[in-house]
């Protein structure tokens, strides 16, 4: 891991005391923002402080998330910020600094603001982009949302039933049977003349037989009363709706 950040950045110096955290002791570093990366395949936290004089140090955490799938995931998790254009995709807000290239996962932010450290930020993290080596693949799931009305920066891709109930509350029960081995997208939809997004679920599940078990188990306790079509109308006045094919489950919130 040390390999892969340089020690020197433009102006800047390592400090040369990283520190490594890994799936057992993340939570020493960052508390309960732990689960988040620990919901993937996370395997290492290397932070780094880069030295300038007069100037605050700026942090560099890199996280080995073992495959690109999840270092999109993690990414995803919140895009909220202007793209910044670094690495395989990027967001800027707050100070913060927060892209993905190949496995890595990266936050670079300064100790403290300055008029200048925003510039600086920015350029670490670029040079960073650049020594991190090849590209990753994006998860194969996203190819298969449907392109009309989505909204690209709303993907989010995950694994388990919480990081559903963070990004759309489904059920405090694991209802759709998520977990290590099922990937998961989803996606907000905007369509003219209608005000309000429509939210496309996606899931992949090792074996068919598991896909409708699924399906099953989402329809008798989300939407009992849905119709044959496994369509039903809410208390919030909008449809719900969802079907499984092969490996595959399929959900349509507030359409």
């Given at each position: 891991?040390?390999?892969?950040?340089?020690?020197?950045?433009l102006a800047?110096?390592?400090?040369?005391?990283?520190?490594?955290?890994?799936?057992?002791?993340?939570?020493?570093?960052?508390?309960?923002?732990?689960?988040?990366?620990?919901?993937?395949?996370?395997?290492?936290?290397?932070?780094?402080?880069?030295?300038?004089?007069?100037?605050?140090?700026?942090?560099?955490?890199?996280?080995?998330?073992?495959?690109?799938?999840?270092?999109?995931?993690?990414?995803?998790?919140?895009?909220?910020?202007?793209?910044?254009?670094?690495?395989?995709?990027?967001?800027?807000?707050?100070?913060?600094?927060?892209?993905?290239?190949?496995?890595?996962?990266?936050?670079?932010?300064?100790?403290?603001?300055?008029?200048?450290?925003?510039?600086?930020?920015?350029?670490?993290?670029?040079?960073?982009?650049?020594?991190?080596?090849?590209?990753?693949?994006?998860?194969?799931?996203?190819?298969?949302?449907?392109?009309?009305?989505?909204?690209?920066?709303?993907?989010?891709?995950?694994?388990?039933?919480?990081?559903?109930?963070?990004?759309?509350?489904?059920?405090?029960?694991?209802?759709?049977?998520?977990?290590?081995?099922?990937?998961?997208?989803?996606a907000s939809?905007?369509?003219?003349?209608?005000?309000?997004?429509?939210?496309?679920?996606?899931?992949?599940?090792?074996?068919?037989?598991?896909?409708?078990?699924?399906?099953?188990?989402?329809?008798?306790?989300?939407?009992?009363?849905?119709?044959?079509?496994?369509?039903?109308?809410?208390?919030?006045?909008?449809?719900?709706?969802?079907?499984?094919?092969?490996?595959?489950?399929?959900?349509?919130?507030?359409?």
């Open positions: 891991m040390k390999k892969v950040l340089p020690q020197e950045i800047y110096q390592s400090e040369g005391k990283d520190k490594f955290y890994d799936r057992q002791t993340t939570f020493r570093y960052m508390d309960g923002a732990a689960e988040l990366y620990r919901s993937f395949a996370f395997k290492l936290l290397m932070v780094r402080r880069y030295l300038k004089a007069n100037a605050p140090a700026i942090i560099v955490e890199l996280f080995d998330m073992g495959l690109a799938e999840d270092a999109f995931g993690v990414f995803t998790f919140e895009t909220g910020g202007e793209d910044a254009g670094i690495g395989q995709g990027s967001d800027y807000g707050g100070g913060l600094l927060r892209f993905w290239k190949g496995k890595f996962f990266l936050n670079v932010y300064a100790e403290q603001e300055t008029p200048s450290t925003q510039q600086d930020v920015l350029e670490i993290a670029r040079a960073i982009a650049g020594w991190l080596g090849p590209q990753g693949q994006k998860p194969k799931l996203i190819h298969h949302l449907p392109q009309e009305g989505l909204s690209e920066r709303s993907i989010r891709y995950f694994h388990l039933h919480q990081s559903l109930n963070y990004h759309y509350f489904v059920s405090h029960e694991n209802i759709l049977r998520l977990g290590e081995k099922t990937n998961a997208v989803l939809y905007f369509f003219p003349k209608i005000e309000e997004k429509t939210l496309f679920l996606l899931i992949q599940y090792p074996t068919k037989k598991l896909a409708e078990e699924a399906l099953q188990s989402f329809v008798k306790a989300y939407i009992p009363e849905a119709s044959p079509s496994k369509t039903m109308k809410t208390e919030s006045g909008r449809w719900t709706a969802a079907q499984s094919h092969r490996e595959y489950v399929m959900v349509v919130f507030d359409a």
